[in-house]
């Protein structure tokens, strides 16, 4: 028989997490998932990028990246 004194009894001595807090826990997330949804959205930022830089290569293969691909092979 187990007795009120017997720390396996006790609830709260094997679980750290109270049923409320984890309660609390979620109804806090729902509500500030519901805020952050009512939010107003802002404009996309667009790049300004002029003729010359849209047609220029942006892609270099220097040293280093031939040395990480070198090491990343299969």
């Given amino acids: 028989m187990k ?3 017997d720390p396996s009894c006790n609830s709260a ?7 409320r807090d984890i309660l609390k826990t979620l109804g806090l997330g ?3 998932a ?3 949804a009512v939010l107003p959205v802002g404009d996309e ?3 300004m990028e002029s003729p ?4 220029k290569s942006r892609y270099r293969e220097t040293e280093h990246v031939k040395r990480f691909y070198a090491l990343n092979r299969l």
Avoid: K
């Avoid at 001595?13 to 049923?19: I, S, V």
């Avoid at 010359?52 to 047609?55: L, N, T």
């Fill in 3 to 5: 007795t009120p004194q």
């Fill in 13 to 19: 001595a094997r679980n750290p997490l109270q049923r």
């Fill in 30 to 32: 729902a509500a500030g």
């Fill in 34 to 36: 519901a805020a952050a």
């Fill in 45 to 47: 930022a667009q790049a």
């Fill in 52 to 55: 010359q830089e849209q047609v």
